[in-house]
């Protein structure tokens, strides 16, 4: 509730402000057209801004929509026929699939937010295994753990989509955690890269502020052809002087 106050309160009194000053010298109507032009003028240059970024700055500075994400999926879902590239994996690197990129990139490269999305995919999988796994266990020892599995993620590019896949096999838990090593087939899980919106609020931003700012401004084009201001008043003719004495 205090942010909505402040946000109301610094509308009225900011943009207000201003209306009320241009209103007591143009008029209300001629005086909201200002306004409205400035204001909207000034929405579709930070909207412009937020999605192109300036020199030196990164675009996206603004309102972001949804974030690219990998969406799960098994090889029996129908996701399975649009990247059918899953049937040709053979549980690791080799007929077009690659391990996830290793080492260091530079925050914001390709690489670098490929193997972030990768490892949130990885861990999306690894969780969601041991969560379904350990609902039918009831000694503690048995349960699956991060400790107690192991993944390893490969790609490949269909169509201009990242596809992953994510192997998960047992492994040895450290000594003394009490968690036996589990006893399963390794288990493979997919999942297709979304684009996501990113950009979406950025755009509408961009397009209303545009859009409105056309209209206020014709508007505006029409108040003054009707209502000119400044109109410069023809003075009238002096009479012609005559001699003195004339009028005698």
Do not use: C
């Not at 690197?93 to 914001?108: C, D, I, K, L, R």
């Not at 589990?182 to 609020?201: K, N, W």
């Amino acid at each position: 509730m205090k942010g909505i106050a402040v946000v109301v309160t610094a509308f009225i009194f900011l943009p207000g402000s201003v209306y009320m000053l241009l209103a007591s010298n143009f008029g209300a109507l001629k005086g909201y057209l200002i306004a409205g032009t400035a204001f909207f003028g000034f929405l579709a240059m930070l909207s412009a801004v937020w999605l192109f970024g300036l020199p030196g700055t990164t675009p996206l500075t603004g309102p972001k929509g949804a974030q690219p994400t990998f969406v799960p999926f098994t090889i029996n879902d129908p996701a399975a026929s649009t990247y059918d590239s899953v049937r040709d994996f053979q549980g690791g690197a080799g007929n077009g699939w690659e391990p996830a990129p290793e080492g260091e990139f530079e925050e914001g490269t390709p690489e670098a937010t490929l193997r972030a999305d990768l490892d949130t995919a990885r861990q999306a999988a690894v969780s969601e295994l041991i969560e379904e796994t350990n609902q039918d266990i009831e000694d503690s020892s048995e349960e699956l753990d991060a400790t107690n599995v192991q993944a390893e993620t490969f790609y490949t590019i269909q169509d201009g989509t990242e596809v992953a896949a994510i192997v998960i096999s047992p492994a040895t838990p450290p000594s003394g955690s009490g968690l036996q090593r589990p006893d399963f087939a390794p288990v493979t899980s997919f999942a297709y890269r979304d684009p996501g919106s990113p950009y979406l609020p950025s755009i509408l931003f961009l397009v209303a502020s545009v859009v409105l700012f056309v209209v206020h401004l014709f508007l505006l084009g029409l108040a003054e052809r009707r209502r000119p201001l400044g109109i410069s008043q023809t003075p009238a003719t002096e009479p012609d002087r005559q001699p003195a004495g004339a009028r005698r």
